[in-house]
């Protein structure tokens, strides 16, 4: 399957830098709380999208990396991400107007507002933008997190874009994998594998034990307290401390706080298993006292505290549950 590292025309406000990426270099700084609108500095790939499977995958940088869209488009160049086919959208500044957005999230656009979806808070600095199209269905991910099918189907030909709002800022290696057939089929049934990923190495997403609680061998908490039972309303906090509705996430959850006093192997054993949810995977565990077992929970915190004394080592962590 080729890859392409992409070349870029038509550069408008940009140029390519000494690291071969594309930076914005003039036009307007559009880069601060509550910015809005979309970029006035970018390009057009020089390579063209005919038709059957293909990835177009990026960077961005450097950190913070600003407000960027990048994506796919037919026609002439527009900065304006409105009228592109295919868009992610990510920003490292924070919006505290109307719907609220914390920084570093990332924004599914197809054209004209609003988005198709978001996702806040998720973006890290050198992971990787994809839009994928497989079997003339095109998808949107981060690394290898999906986060959005499209409903649209791709018109031929097309191009990559960039549009970048803030100054000095870059697209980083950007590039385009084409190949296979339309008619290809996935790994096995029901597989959501691209086209650039390699049948013969399998993936799954691994399921994390049981949170280690008497119930299975694990130590006993010093604490263990439902503080938010009932399917509490969730919300978020910026930068400046105000607590605020989070509207990505309105219905309610339910929050637990753990705290252990345990000898070394236990501590071990608690930062194995925060280690294998990677911060992010569902667990269940049974609740000590009630011995209800809850099933879908995730780290919300967890943090390894310091030795008070020589032998004891302190852990606690915020456990939380979405409805499914």
Partial sequence: MPTTNITWQNLTNAVINGDGDLEKNAGANNCSTNASGTGDGGARSVQTISAG?????????P???????VGISRGSL?????????CIHVSTESNTSGTPHPANSIFIYEGSPPNKTYRDGIWDEGKLLRIVCLNNVVRYYLDSLLIYTSSKAPIYPCYVVASLACLNKTVVDPQLITGQAATAQPCSTGSQKTIVEDCGKPWTIPTPDPLPLPANGGPRPALFQEVEGDWGE????FGDGRPVHNTIQ?????????????????AAALDEHYDSTRGALSFEFTDPYTGETVTGVRYQDYSRG??????AQQRSAQLIKYPV
């Fill in 53 to 61: 499977n293909w990835e177009f995958r990026c960077t961005l940088g």
């Fill in 63 to 69: 950190d913070p990396s600003g407000r960027t869209f």
């Fill in 78 to 86: 527009s900065l304006d991400f409105a009228t592109w086919d295919y």
């Fill in 234 to 237: 969730f919300g978020q906090t």
């Fill in 250 to 266: 309105t219905a309610p959850v339910r929050r637990w706080l753990v705290e252990w006093e345990c000898d070394e192997a236990a």
């Fill in 306 to 311: 310091p030795h008070e004394r020589l032998w």
